[in-house]
């Protein structure tokens, strides 16, 4: 069956990178664009952007257009999210989704 | 962006309710109009896709109808299970999500 998992939780300090990886199996990978979208604490969800697994060209919403990379790693079926210069807004729930399927999402923690 | 407005924020109904949650863009979405099901903790899922389509696995009780602005999903005989949070996504220009009706029983 479709499955995507992703990486653990993160607590980092502002300022600090992470990568948060999204593990996809049982369908050929290439075939669906990887989306993400993040959810803070007790709120709805944002659409953050997608990419083309085929190409590997990254589309952004306005508001992740700075320190967020979409990346890939095709022969791993692995899509990946960096977040740099993190901030305490970034605190959130992060999840990658094809329109019918979801990872089951990665926590983030930014605290001083 | 397609602004995406859910109402009610907050639903209490009782088992054996028929239910219905509704979701209005800002302008026609041409039926590009998912549903998800959020339950506290864990991903969403999806349940009805471009408007009125059953996603496979999920219950019967559940449909989707609407067009242009305005759609709506239904839930013909709540169950316990149902207790979740539902979201509107709209993709017919860039993806936007309604702000989500949160269902409780009554």
């Known amino acids: 069956q479709i499955q995507l998992v992703q990486s653990g939780p993160e607590l980092k300090k502002p300022g600090e990178s992470l990568k948060i990886s999204c593990k996809a199996s049982g369908y050929t990978f290439t075939d669906y664009a990887m989306q993400w979208v993040k959810q803070a604490p007790g709120k709805g969800l944002q659409y953050m952007g997608w990419i083309n697994t085929q190409t590997g060209k990254p589309t952004y919403a306005d508001d992740f257009k700075e320190r967020f990379v979409f990346s890939l790693e095709t022969s791993a079926s692995t899509a990946y999210l960096q977040i740099n210069n993190l901030k305490n807004e970034d605190t959130a729930t992060y999840f990658c989704?094809?329109?019918?399927?979801w990872g089951q999402g990665a926590s983030v923690t930014v605290s001083s | 962006d397609i602004q995406m407005t859910q109402s009610p924020s907050v639903l209490s109904a009782s088992v054996g309710d028929r239910v219905t949650l509704n979701c209005k863009a800002s302008?026609?979405?041409?039926?590009?109009l998912n549903w998800y099901q959020q339950k506290l903790g864990e991903a969403p899922k999806l349940l009805i896709y471009n408007t009125n389509n059953l996603q496979t696995g999920i219950p019967s009780r559940f449909s989707g109808s609407g067009s242009g602005t305005d759609y709506t999903l239904t839930i013909s005989s709540l169950q316990p299970e149902d207790v979740a949070t539902y979201f509107c996504f709209q993709h017919n220009s860039w993806p936007t999500f309604g702000a989500g009706t949160k269902l409780e029983l009554k």
């Open positions: 989704a094809r329109a019918d399927a």
């Open positions: 302008q026609n979405i041409n039926k590009y």
